[in-house]
């Protein structure tokens, strides 16, 4: 059987380490895509030295042409812009958008059938826009922001606690901006929720909180000490998670911003939820209970998201 073909969208640091890791975990043969000419083929070529080494024998390679990404089964979207110092999310939205209409269009006509995971920021407004430039079907497009920010409260929890990473699941809702939702009672360790642990006397309610704020921040806390850019290691391991589970059909139960058509009270909006991927893409969001505070800020965040999707559509009239 021939190989899966895995696209990375975007040569940066991002993609970079996406086609390394796609590589280690022998998940198919790489193209790397970029407009920056050089980039994705030096990327390529130096990642493919490696192989020896590590013992893989995925083939990789760089291109500046859309034709080499035909037939993907996966492509991961990290083209655009990400910020610097002092910079929102948000302030990308109008560069970004416009790489998004580009990127879109090669897809729909390169790679129609591959299930599109897209990681450029403003993400669910991006994911949004990417699926309506694409044409593709809603449930094959999706963001990946929900496994990175569960990731960061996972980390900060196990450190709190000093037990495993492992042993700590969590979710976090909502858009992936500054009014993100960590959901504190539906997060656990080895299933005993949060609020257990705080009446175990495990934390308090005050080091909790500092926590959720800490993983709403996790993003620009790494931006403030990096200068230059923006997280990579994780959100590209968050990326491959998901990949991953399409492409081995794997049934994961992993938060992404996936399209809403009246889940969870949210429409024709992508925003952060807990989804079921399996080879079908998307197959299934948990319309999970909220409760009336947990609605409150979900809510917030849905608002956020709603402006910057009417934002687009004021940029770009074709999404009108
Ligand atoms: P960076 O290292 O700058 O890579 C972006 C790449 O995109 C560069 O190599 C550019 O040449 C390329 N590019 C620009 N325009 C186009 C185009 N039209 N077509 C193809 N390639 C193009 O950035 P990065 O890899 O650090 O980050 C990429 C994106 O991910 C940014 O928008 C970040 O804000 C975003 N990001 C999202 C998360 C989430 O959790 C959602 C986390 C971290 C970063």
């Not at 897209?118 to 809603?138: E, R, Y």
């Not at 000093?162 to 500054?178: I, P, Q, R, W, Y």
């Not at 399409?246 to 024709?268: E, H, I, M, N, T």
């Amino acid at each position: 059987m021939a190989r899966p073909k895995i696209a990375l969208i975007g040569a940066g640091q991002i993609g970079g380490t996406l086609a390394h890791l796609a590589a280690l975990k022998e998940l198919g043969d790489v193209v790397l895509f970029d407009i920056a000419e050089g980039t994705p083929q030096g990327k390529a070529l130096d990642l493919a030295e490696s192989g020896p080494s590590e013992g893989f024998d995925a083939a990789l390679k760089g291109t500046n042409d859309y034709a080499d990404i035909a037939g993907a089964d996966v492509c991961i979207v990290t083209a655009g812009v990400p910020r610097k110092p002092g910079m929102s999310r948000d302030d990308l939205l109008g560069i970004n958008l416009k790489v998004m209409k580009s990127v879109g269009e090669g897809i729909r006509d390169n790679a129609p059938d591959a299930f599109v995971i897209c990681i450029t920021n403003p993400l669910d407004a991006m994911v949004w826009a990417l699926q309506k430039f694409s044409g593709l079907p809603a449930n094959k497009v999706c963001g990946m922001a929900g496994v990175l920010d569960s990731a960061r409260f996972r980390h900060f929890l196990s450190v709190e606690f000093n037990v495993s990473m492992k042993d700590v699941t969590a979710f976090v809702l909502g858009g992936h901006g500054d009014t993100m939702v960590p959901s504190v009672r539906y997060s656990t360790v080895a299933g005993v929720p949060l609020p257990d642990l705080i009446a175990m006397g495990w934390t308090t309610q005050d080091k909790l909180d500092a926590i959720v704020q800490r993983t709403r921040d996790g993003g620009a806390e790494i931006v403030g000490l990096l200068k230059t850019g923006s997280a990579f290691y994780a959100p590209a391991t968050s990326a491959i998670e998901m990949a991953e589970a399409y492409l081995k059909d794997q049934k994961r139960v992993l938060p992404c911003a996936a399209f809403c058509d009246g889940d969870l009270g949210v429409s024709d909006m992508y925003v952060g939820v807990p989804t079921v991927i399996g080879a079908g893409g998307v197959e299934r969001i948990l319309n999970i209970k909220l409760n009336k505070e947990e609605q409150e800020m979900f809510d917030t965040s849905v608002n956020a998201v709603k402006g910057l999707v009417e934002a687009c559509k004021g940029i770009d009239s074709s999404l009108a």
